[in-house]
């Protein structure tokens, strides 16, 4: 956008004015436009209602969705569903190429077949022994295992491990000290593949404990593992592998290994079948008036879990609540619109794929294909599972957890709590998740953090898990819609104030952690 002296761009502003009717919302800041503003805000905060959205969540929660999988048929047609609703509302698609409402992601899609690790005439099998994180492709060979105690980095540091594979225990010392990112196991996993390790062998404390994490998340283990096809020539390759003590025995002839180095011969193979699938975001532009040019980005994710074993997982509120808030907020700024009251900043309505895989469409948006500049994204604001309370606020369930919403801008945690305390409808915003280091990790666990690490303010709006958390119970029947219409109008009111503010949120806070 060209840049106008003051007097010229009034002009210019007048003459659009005069020629198709648009007001611009807050330009100014007498307290009778202010007044005007909230009323017009309060007008459209009240087109969202609990019909609307329970009517949309029968529709895209329904098992004619069938628990909406990445890349599926079930997935395509609430992808459908979305659109069309986008459509409907004139927002336009941004996309250049085929649909312009899909950024088409191009994905591999690996399963395990088989994975066999074996000494002399002992066998392991997989689902018994040991299982398996992820899905990898290894020739059968003779590979040398190396124990390295908790697999920490200054460890590994002392042995030759390339081409060889490690075996370690997965809790830390009580006394650890060091740097808490590597009490997670996976990143010391990471480092070790990094330096070349063929495969890492978890230690669980117990079998018992084994055995339970097993039970837990097979059905999960076993789903297939989504690579972007650009990334597969680079992505690892090196395995991940969670035992109990005694595989671990078995492979160091009856004894567990006790001093670093240590090591054994194991023959390893591991085949994996890999196919091509497509999915993808779904997107709606509404673009702004005088400050067209910077863009708030408003997602949900539509993708859940698919059948599991036989049962479809509908996933009502995780995130059919979000993406039918998207919906109708979406609705609310057109209608706003169309009366000639256009944001002053441009909006999409962003609802992605493959949030439950690994935050895949947020990731694909930011990281390689940005339909949007994201120096010119002032803010995220992200809803996943709006519609329900947790054991917490079983007694008073008027709430909201916000999470992030002042990790890197003070500006909009202002912004937001003002918006909150005039058009919440006595909503609490609970802020127990908002910390980098809660044991619940919820700020890296949803879309806004794709966002949120490339330094972009976001607001993460989240009710908290409750018992059909990622369960065939998790259906539109148990969704409390008039709650969930109290929050979405919060929501509107949030992002109506940060589009039709006089200048963007300031970022005064960097986030220096680009993954977790």
């Known amino acids: 956008m060209k840049k106008y002296t003051s007097i010229l761009f009034a002009l210019a502003i007048l003459a659009v004015s005069c020629k198709t009717n648009t007001k611009i919302v807050s330009q100014d800041k007498s307290s009778s436009f202010t007044q005007k503003s909230e009323k017009l805000l309060q007008k459209y905060q009240e087109t969202i209602t609990a019909n609307d959205l329970k009517e949309h969540l029968y529709v895209i929660a329904s098992d004619e969705m069938e628990g909406r999988d990445t890349g599926s048929e079930g997935q395509k047609k609430a992808a459908s569903y979305i659109v069309d609703k986008l459509k409907k509302m004139n927002l336009e698609g941004p996309v250049k190429t085929g649909d312009p409402y899909q950024q088409e992601i191009p994905f591999i899609q690996r399963s395990t077949k088989s994975v066999t690790f074996s000494r002399g005439n002992k066998n392991a099998t997989l689902y018994n022994d040991f299982y398996a994180w992820g899905h990898f492709n290894y020739k059968a060979d003779s590979v040398e295992l190396v124990y390295v105690g908790n697999g920490l980095p200054e460890t590994l540091s002392q042995f030759d491990l390339k081409g060889k594979a490690i075996i370690f225990n997965s809790k830390l010392p009580k006394n650890f000290e060091g740097d808490k990112k590597w009490e997670n196991p996976i990143n010391r996993v990471k480092n070790a593949s990094e330096n070349g390790v063929v495969f890492s062998m978890v230690i669980r404390p117990t079998d018992k404990e084994f055995k339970k994490e097993l039970k837990l998340y097979r059905s999960y283990l076993e789903r297939p593992q989504l690579v972007y096809e650009q990334e597969v020539k680079s992505a690892s390759n090196s395995g991940i592998y969670v035992t109990g003590p005694t595989l671990a ?174 058009f919440g409808n006595g909503l609490v915003l609970d802020y127990t998740y908002n910390k980098k280091d809660s044991p619940e990790r919820y700020y890296y666990r949803s879309d806004h953090y794709n966002f949120a690490k490339n330094n972009i303010p976001v607001i993460f709006y989240f009710s908290g898990v409750h018992e059909d958390y990622h369960q065939p119970t998790d259906t539109p029947d148990k969704i409390e819609y008039e709650l969930m219409a109290k929050r979405a109008q919060m929501i509107f009111a949030t992002a109506w104030k940060i589009v039709n503010r006089d200048t963007k949120v300031k970022v005064d806070k960097v986030d220096t952690e680009k993954s977790k």
């Open 249 to 422: 025995t078995m492979l160091f002839d009856g004894k567990l290994p006790q001093e670093n180095g240590n090591s054994t011969k194991v023959l390893f193979e591991a085949i994996a079948n890999q196919d091509k699938l497509e999915s993808s975001n779904i997107l709606g532009y509404l673009e702004g008036s005088d400050k067209k040019d910077e863009l708030v980005v408003i997602t949900s994710h539509y993708d859940h879990v698919g059948i599991i074993n036989g049962k479809i997982h509908n996933g009502a509120d995780d995130d059919g609540s979000g993406t039918v808030s998207l919906l109708e907020i979406a609705e609310a700024f057109t209608e706003a619109s169309k009366d000639g009251f256009k944001p002053r900043r441009s909006i999409l309505f962003m609802s992605v794929t493959g949030e439950e895989r690994g935050l895949l469409g947020s990731k694909y948006y930011t990281d390689f294909d940005p339909i949007f500049s994201l120096d010119q994204t002032v803010t995220n604001i992200n809803i996943d599972m709006v519609g329900r309370f947790d054991e917490k606020h079983k007694d008073a369930n008027e709430y909201i957890y916000v999470i992030g919403s002042d990790m890197l801008s003070s500006e909009l945690h202002t912004v937001q709590e003002d918006a909150n305390e005039r």
